[in-house]
Antibody, heavy 121, light 110 residues
Framework: EVQLVESGGGLVQPGGSLRLSCSAS????????MHWVRKAPGKGLEYVSG????????YYTESVKGRFTISRDNSKNTLDLQMSSLRAEDTAVYYC??????????????WGQGTLVTVSS | QSVLTQPPSASGTPGQRVTISCSGS????????AYWYQQLPGTAPKLLIY???QRPSGVPDRFSGSKSGISASLAISGLRSEDEADYHC???????????FGGGTKLTVL
């Protein structure tokens, strides 16, 4: 059974930093692209970042470029998101998401339960 | 402001059929597959429809997806109280080179 368990969320002041982690099990972690997606209060889902299966390629949405860094450790089956220079608008539940692929078409398949990040003074 | 446009709310009575729309553009819905996610209160989003109209194993056939041009739709027939949830559409945007979502539709079962 696929399991994605996020941790590291909490309350942080504007300008501060936080590191989110996602522990994966139930599948061959090193074979899958992984993502972070967030949902701010009262808003829709927003794609944040993605990383290729070997970690060699990364993607960031424009609003987090230069502030967030995605990484993975395939030996430990973990996905991380280092967040710095945090802003109030980064307040959201952050979800770790596993890619799924069918006949060569890949999509956001399985979602973890999420971890809440609150940026406030 | 979400890239894809969904109605913020929808409602129906038990047994009814409801549809939720998702409008985009030629760079996303118009040229890429549409996906739908169900988010029950207090839980994570769960894949409901993939590749426009395919249901993952375990999703009841009461749920169906369709697409025409730059719009996609999710239909729920035989509405049940347990269908009360937020529904999100998503797709890949070729211009933005990233996944984009709708603002979500809150479905109320009256």
């Amino acid at each position: 059974e696929v399991q994605l368990v996020e941790s590291g969320g909490g309350l942080v002041q504007p300008g501060g930093s936080l590191r989110l982690s996602c522990s994966a099990s139930g599948f061959t972690f090193s074979s899958y692209v992984m993502h972070w997606v967030r949902k701010a209060p009262g808003k829709g889902l927003e794609y944040v970042s993605g990383i290729s299966s070997n970690g060699g390629n990364t993607y960031y949405t424009e609003s987090v470029k230069g502030r967030f860094t995605i990484s993975r450790d395939n030996s430990k089956n973990t996905l991380d998101l280092q967040m710095s220079s945090l802003r109030a608008e980064d307040t959201a539940v952050y979800y770790c998401v596993k890619d799924d692929c069918t006949n060569g078409v890949c999509y956001l398949g399985y979602w973890g339960q999420g971890t809440l990040v609150t940026v406030s003074s | 402001q979400s890239v894809l446009t969904q109605p913020p709310s929808a409602s129906g009575t038990p047994g009814q059929r409801v549809t939720i729309s998702c409008s985009g553009s030629s760079s996303n819905i118009g040229s890429k597959y549409a996906y739908w996610y169900q988010q029950l209160p207090g839980t994570a989003p769960k894949l409901l429809i993939y590749r426009d109209n395919q249901r993952p194993s375990g999703v009841p056939d009461r749920f169906s997806g369709s697409k025409s041009g730059i719009s996609a739709s999710l239909a729920i027939s035989g509405l049940r109280s347990e269908d009360e949830a937020d529904y999100h559409c998503a797709t890949w945007d070729a211009s933005l080179s990233g996944w984009v979502f709708g603002g979500g539709t809150k479905l109320t079962v009256l």
